[in-house]
Nanobody, 122 residues
């Protein structure tokens, strides 16, 4: 079994910062790409940022220059540093990881976290 557990969400004022973490655990052989998505009320889930195991990161235009994604492969953890937060960043944030489980050969499966609420409001 594999689990992704997110933490770090909360209420913050406009202009503030938050750091989200997502730790993967279980029978993990390797993790390919990891990423953060968000879903605001009444809207579709959208990609915020992604990071491959090696290589360049990718960001939604709306967060470029404000958010930074990083990962610690030794800890199977992905982070999202969010600065200069705006009310329109309010959403449930989900992490996703493309994981190869021990014993599955090279077959990778997408796993999702349970989501963490980020609210930006004065």
């Amino acid at each position: 079994q594999v689990q992704l557990v997110e933490s770090g969400g909360g209420l913050v004022q406009p202009g503030g910062s938050l750091r989200l973490s997502c730790a993967a655990s279980g029978r993990i052989f390797s993790i390919n790409a990891m990423g953060w998505y968000r879903q605001a009320p009444g809207k579709q889930r959208e990609l915020v940022a992604s990071i491959p195991r090696g290589g360049s990161t990718n960001y939604a235009d709306s967060v470029k220059g404000r958010f930074t994604i990083s990962r610690d492969n030794a800890k199977n953890t992905v982070y999202l540093q969010m600065n200069s937060l705006k009310p329109e960043d309010t959403a449930v944030y989900y992490c996703k990881a493309d994981i190869i489980r021990i014993g599955d050969g090279w077959r990778a499966i997408d796993y999702w976290g349970q989501g963490t609420q980020v609210t930006v409001s004065s």
